[in-house]
C-alpha cells in the first residue's frame, strides 16, 4: 500500500492548486484524476480573476503559482472594459459593468480552461514529484475509508479505495 501525507482527489484547478500549495510547503501529496489526464473535461473558459478584497484574505492563482504567474501562464487578453449587450431585432441595449468587474479586483484576463489547466497540472505536477507525490491520472475513487489506522509512531491514517481506468 503506498502512503502520502495527503491524497487529493480530483484535478480541477481547486485540486491542481491544493497540491501546488502542499508541495510548496514540502508535503508529500499525491492527487488521483478520474479522466485519462487532468482538464479533459474542460471545454470552455471565462473570466480568471485575482481579487483584493477590503476585509479579509483571498489566496490568488499568483499566491499559489507565483508572483510571475500573469507572464508565465496561458492567458488570452486581459479583460479591461466589461460590456452587457442585450439585442432584440434591430435594437442594442448595452450597460456597462466596468465598475462591478474592477471591484476589489487585481486582474481579469479571459482563459480557455483546457490551457490553464494543463498548465497549473503542470506546475503542480513538477513540485509535487519534488516531494515524492504526483498527479495520477484514470484512477477513479471509489472510497475512502475512515477508520483511521494508527502506525508505529502512533500517527494516524485514513485509506482510499480506487479504481484504475486506464
Ligand atoms: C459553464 C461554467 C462557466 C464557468 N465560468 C467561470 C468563470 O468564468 N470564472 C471562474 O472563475 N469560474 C467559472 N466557473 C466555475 C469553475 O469552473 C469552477 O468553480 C471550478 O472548475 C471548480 O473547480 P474544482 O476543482 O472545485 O472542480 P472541477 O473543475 O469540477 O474538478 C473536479 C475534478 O475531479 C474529478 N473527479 C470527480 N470525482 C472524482 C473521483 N471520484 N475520483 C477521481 N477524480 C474525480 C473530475 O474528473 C474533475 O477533473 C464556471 C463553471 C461552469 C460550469
Known amino acids: 500500500m503506498e502512503k502520502y501525507d495527503v491524497a487529493i482527489i480530483g484535478g480541477g ?3 491542481l492548486a491544493a497540491l501546488k500549495q502542499l508541495s510548496t510547503l ?3 501529496a499525491v492527487l488521483l484524476e478520474a479522466g485519462e489526464k ?3 473535461k474542460n471545454i470552455s473558459g471565462g473570466i480568471l480573476y485575482s481579487k ?3 476585509n479579509g484574505r ?3 492563482v499568483e499566491d499559489i503559482y507565483g508572483q510571475n504567474f500573469v507572464n508565465e501562464a496561458p492567458l488570452q487578453r486581459k479583460i479591461t472594459q466589461y460590456l452587457l449587450h442585450a439585442t432584440s ?3 442594442v441595449f448595452s450597460m456597462d459593468l466596468t465598475a462591478a468587474h474592477e471591484y476589489q479586483s487585481n486582474f481579469g484576463y479571459s482563459v480557455l ?3 490553464l489547466n494543463a498548465w497549473f497540472a503542470q506546475s503542480a505536477d513538477e513540485s509535487a514529484q519534488k516531494c515524492g507525490g504526483g498527479i495520477v491520472p484514470g ?3 471509489n472510497d475512502i475509508s475512515w477508520d483511521a489506522m494508527q502506525d508505529q509512531n502512533f500517527q494516524q491514517h485514513s485509506c482510499i479505495k480506487v479504481s484504475k481506468l486506464l
Open 13 to 15: 484547478s481547486a485540486g
Open 26 to 28: 514540502g508535503k508529500q
Open 38 to 40: 487532468v482538464g479533459v
Open 52 to 54: 483584493k478584497p477590503n
Open 58 to 60: 483571498v489566496y490568488n
Open 89 to 91: 431585432k434591430d435594437k
Open 113 to 115: 480552461m483546457n490551457e
Open 139 to 141: 484512477v477513479h475513487v
